[in-house]
């Protein structure tokens, strides 16, 4: 068996054998991973104790600690390690039905989240605050003029009308990166729980399409891929993703500005010109 974890959220990942058990580590340094790490591990905690779906396998926290390093303090969390595999080695080995369960289950869990809601109208300074964040962290940034100018698009359209979308609690990064899979499908492991500026099942429908529809994953990955096979899995997948949300209204009319906000939200953490260029040209494909 082939045992492997990787990430890109600033935490360092660790695995470890006790009994014959697996566990993962993630061990945050930096005050500012810290406070998140503590965040992602108490909504994890939550969705373990409330989430019910049989297929969906959320790791079980087994401990959690704070230890003190030349006078600095880390925190780390310890999990229960899935054995399944990684979206890349999934999607590139698995047959169409196999690609079918992971769709079904995938609309399940944003279906799910959906029975917890209520429709209301967003209060638009919620978005307007996150925009301003964005923009008060991008001074002498790649492409600062372009970003400040999509922004400014992006402020633009919440003139025009109010934003009515399902509010209940969400996963907050529902990255493909973020998900485990069974061999046959079946089962869907999610972790990296994140808390978000606006907890709107739409959120986790525009980070699972920042992968489907703009391959954010791919883009983050050291493995090589497949990346023909993998266009084409990601299109017949964003495509079943888009054909079914699109019988919700809210969905329809308010899908193009949650996913600009989200791909805007990466500015701040941008070190790599391929990122730069992913968000630009993103916004640019959006209409902003």
């Known amino acids: 068996m082939k045992i492997s974890v990787s990430g890109n959220s600033g935490c360092e990942l660790h695995i470890s054998q006790t009994e014959g058990r697996y566990s993962v580590t993630k061990v945050a340094r ?14 994890q905690r939550n969705a373990y104790e409330t989430v019910s779906l049989p ?32 979206y890349a080695e999934f999607f590139l080995k698995s047959s169409l039905k196999k690609i079918d369960n992971f769709i079904n289950n995938a ?26 964040e964005i923009d008060l962290k991008i001074k002498g940034s790649a492409k600062e003029t372009l970003k400040r100018q999509q922004l400014e698009r992006i402020r633009a359209e919440l003139q025009h009308a109010p934003v009515n979308l399902p509010l209940a609690p969400i996963h907050g990064d529902l990255t493909l990166a973020n998900m485990m899979i069974s061999a046959d499908g079946s089962k869907i492991g999610i972790f990296d729980f994140l808390d978000s500026y606006l907890d709107s099942p ?15 994953s791919e883009l983050m990955t050291s493995e090589p891929i497949d990346h023909a096979r993998y266009l084409m899995v990601m299109e017949y997948i964003d495509r079943q993703l888009d054909q079914y949300f699109h019988r919700y209204d809210w969905y329809t009319k308010h899908y193009g500005l949650i996913q600009a906000i989200n791909i805007a939200r990466i500015f701040p953490y941008e070190k790599h010109e391929k990122v730069t260029e992913f968000t630009t040209s993103t916004l640019t494909r959006l209409g902003y």
């Open 30 to 43: 930096d005050q500012a991973y810290v406070d998140r790490l503590k965040a992602q591990i108490t909504k």
């Open 55 to 86: 297929f969906v396998h959320i790791p079980k926290v087994l401990d959690e600690m704070e230890i003190e390093e030349q006078g600095q303090v880390a925190y780390a969390a310890v999990m229960e390690y899935l054995n399944y595999q990684d």
């Open 107 to 132: 609309i399940q869990i944003i279906e799910m989240e959906l029975e917890a809601a209520v429709i209301e109208t967003v209060d638009p300074n919620i978005f307007y605050k996150k925009l301003d």
């Open 202 to 216: 739409l959120l986790d429908i525009a980070k699972l399409r920042q992968d489907t529809q703009f391959h954010w």
